[in-house]
């Protein structure tokens, strides 16, 4: 956990006191809307169909039991006793009030926490693996970098007014738990051939109204000069980005108009002009930020429980939670515990305030006080002894917080689409619990095995609908509310040689009522077509294509589809 230092305090009081003056002086009258709003933006505050929105920053998804039970106390004074945790790691608060926001604010300070750049045409907030640290195919912790990369991001005097808003990824492990390739730009850990480590620089990916796998600008690149590079490319995106159409002004069009090769040329051309220059990284600096976190004080227990090995033989909800929400620790006699938010019943991603404080208490007692929020709208407790997931299970489960559904189709990835957004097309949160309810059946959802199905309620794809292996997308047609269903998404590397890929349009649309009969189509296509109950899902679509599952759904090719021939879209 990254404990801030004088100056860190100091630049977020200093922000929370210039906005309660913004505040003051726009209910006053005397600033006006057009200039109010770029101003309310940079500090996370949007205004959404029925009421102001705050999007707190949970930097590259870490928080401690006090920052956790700080949420609970703001769900509860200022919100409707919940908050929502989102794709980029944050938290969202629906229904506070304009006036009280400096309010919020000023709480938030007081345990290290702020809205900043969550919005805005700037560096958003920075993402990572949220095994970041005790994964065993770690490379390197990706928050020591992410806060690196924070500190030198935020309030950046040349930055702060982009084309377009910028989203950083950084994954520190083997695995890509961080979706590097659909990120304006992904940052994945790799060692040189001398064992040195560097990043691999992934730039112009995103997803969207346009949604591309990002290209890779740079096989390896020095840790000594991550921040010159990120510089050099954001002033070509600076000095390039389309300004005179919002829908085109992201880098990944930027890059894609341009050409790889010669993007990839007026970026090292930049990085010239940086490379050694005040910006370059040395050991001493990594250093200071890195004594900034605090550590867990692991004790050394013997290795694996085998008690938990015998558990696991005998009880079978405890094998089913195991299996699917329980992960390996880099150190022996240690876990890593998904707590699931993707109940039947409940919106995902959300926590009501009993729940957060609750958690906080579960991370006090068996998680050494810290949290992580994943990019999959679940939170994490990283650092588990073995002997206590049984305690742990327990706990959870009073929670509602246990549902063993972690990369099943349950664990379904949703924004909060037409209930809250204005710019959403139709309702999310309402067909997720339709397919919950549809795939309640857990030992159904095991036989499935891994799926991941994700709804976003407009073209903006907060719920990451492209990289889903089903995606739902929500479309407006005469005014009504229909529902667009792409297959054979994935975030990362669906197998060794294949990597990120954007998912294809099967077709027509559907109204929100026979959404869930068209995904159980799609499940009985895969389970006929699977050549074993190991091969998932999305190998079977990449295997054989959509024409196959077009044909369960609509009875036969669908003409209308728009993209219904050529290959998927892979990294």
Same mark, same amino acid.
Request: hydrophobic share 40%.
């Given at each position: ?252 069009? $930027? ?125 994490? $407790? ?190």
């Amino acid at each position: 956990m990254y404990l801030y230092d004088e100056i860190d305090q100091r630049v977020v009081d200093q922000r929370v006191a210039q906005f309660r003056d913004q505040t003051r002086r726009f209910l006053a009258g005397t600033l006006p809307e057009g200039e109010f709003r770029p101003l309310r933006l940079r500090n996370g505050l949007y205004v959404q169909r029925f009421a102001p929105m705050l999007r707190v920053a949970i930097p590259y998804g870490i928080v401690s039991s006090k920052q956790m039970r700080m949420f609970a106390h703001i769900a509860r004074k200022y919100d409707r006793d919940y908050g929502h945790f989102s794709t980029r790691q944050n938290i969202q608060y629906n229904w506070p009030r304009l006036e009280e926001v400096p309010d919020i604010l000023e709480e938030l300070a007081s345990v290290q926490m702020h809205a900043i750049q969550t919005s805005g045409n700037c560096i958003r907030n920075i993402t990572a693996d949220h095994f970041g640290g005790v994964a065993r195919d770690e490379i390197v912790d990706s928050f020591v970098w992410c806060e690196i990369i924070r500190q030198w991001s935020t309030f950046h005097p040349e930055f702060n007014w982009l084309p377009r808003k910028f989203k950083i990824a950084v994954n520190g492990a083997s695995a890509d738990r961080a979706a590097t390739h659909v990120h304006d730009i992904g940052l994945h850990a790799v060692r040189g051939a001398d064992g040195e480590v560097g990043f691999r620089v992934v730039i112009g990916g995103g997803l969207g109204r346009t949604p591309i796998v990002g290209p890779v600008v740079r096989e390896f690149l020095p840790w000594q000069h991550l921040l010159t590079y990120l510089e050099a490319a954001l002033r070509v995106y600076n000095r390039y980005g389309r300004r005179d159409n919002m829908y085109k002004a992201r880098i990944k069009i $930027l890059v894609k108009e341009t050409g790889l090769e010669k993007f990839r040329a007026q970026v090292e051309a930049e990085w010239a002009l940086l490379k050694d220059g005040p910006n370059t990284l040395i050991a001493e600096e990594v250093a200071r930020v890195e004594a900034r976190f605090t550590r867990p004080a692991y004790e050394k227990p013997p290795g694996d429980d085998a008690a938990i090995a015998e558990k696991i033989a005998v009880d079978t909800a405890f094998r089913n939670w195991h299996q699917r929400n329980v992960f390996p620790h880099k150190v022996p006699g240690y876990a890593a515990v998904t707590l699931s938010l993707k109940k039947t019943g409940v919106p995902p991603g959300d926590a009501t305030s009993a729940q957060m404080d609750a958690v906080a208490d579960l991370a006090d007692r068996y998680a050494f006080g810290e949290l992580r929020v994943s990019h999959e709208q679940n939170l994490v $407790l990283a650092d588990v002894r073995q002997s206590d997931l049984p305690a742990v299970w327990e706990e959870a489960k009073k929670l509602g917080f246990a549902t063993p559904n972690i990369g099943l189709l349950t664990n379904i990835i949703c924004c909060p689409g037409g209930n809250f957004c204005s710019l959403a097309n139709a309702k999310s949160i309402p067909v997720a619990q339709a397919i919950q309810e549809r795939f309640d059946d857990l030992d159904f959802l095991h036989d499935i095995g891994e799926l991941d199905l994700n709804i976003s309620g407009c073209i903006n794809a907060c719920g990451h609908h492209h990289v889903g292996h089903i995606g739902i997308l929500g479309v407006d047609k005469n005014s009504e509310e229909w529902y667009q269903i792409e297959l054979g998404g994935n975030q990362g590397e669906i197998r060794p040689g294949v990597g990120a890929a954007i998912g294809k349009v099967i077709g027509r649309s559907f109204a929100r009522a026979e959404v869930p009969d068209v995904i159980e189509k799609l499940i009985d296509c895969y389970i006929k077509r699977r050549d074993s109950e190991v091969e998932r899902f999305i190998d079977v679509v990449h295997r054989i294509g959509i024409e196959p599952f077009k044909e369960a759904v609509y009875g036969k090719t669908d003409p209308k589809s728009p993209r219904s021939s050529g290959q998927l879209a892979t990294a």
